[in-house]
């Protein structure tokens, strides 16, 4: 069974820092490229970064450039969500996706359930 399993979200002042991790099991991800996206209540599912599957390319939404950093660790099948400068603005449900080489991120092949990150003003 093919699961990505986030963690590391969590309630944090503005201007803190959190770091989310999506453990992915059930076949190799190696290949794949994968991202972050995140839902604010009442809003769309938008994405917030996505890496290369050699981690040679990186993608950042406008909104959190020079904030938040994208890593992926093949040997263990994580990629993280390294957040810093956490604005209120920040908070809704992050969620991991891959996507296989060649697709577009409109084409996710799994989600994972997402973690709730949550910033006080």
């Known amino acids: 069974q093919v699961q990505l399993v986030e963690s590391g979200g969590g309630l944090v002042q503005a201007g803190g820092s959190l770091r989310l991790s999506c453990a992915a099991s059930g076949r190799t991800f190696s290949s794949d490229a994968m991202g972050w996206f995140r839902q604010a209540p009442g809003k769309e599912r938008e994405i917030v970064a996505a890496i290369t599957w050699r981690a040679d390319s990186t993608y950042y939404a406008d909104s959190v450039k020079g904030r938040f950093t994208i890593s992926r660790d093949n040997a263990k099948n994580t990629v993280y969500l390294q957040m810093n400068s956490l604005k209120p603005e920040d908070t809704a449900v992050y969620y991991c996706?891959?996507?296989?080489?060649?697709?577009?991120?409109?084409?996710?092949?799994?989600w994972g359930r997402g973690t709730q990150v949550t910033v006080a003003s």
């Open positions: 996706a891959s996507r296989s080489r060649g697709r577009s991120w409109s084409e996710v092949d799994y």
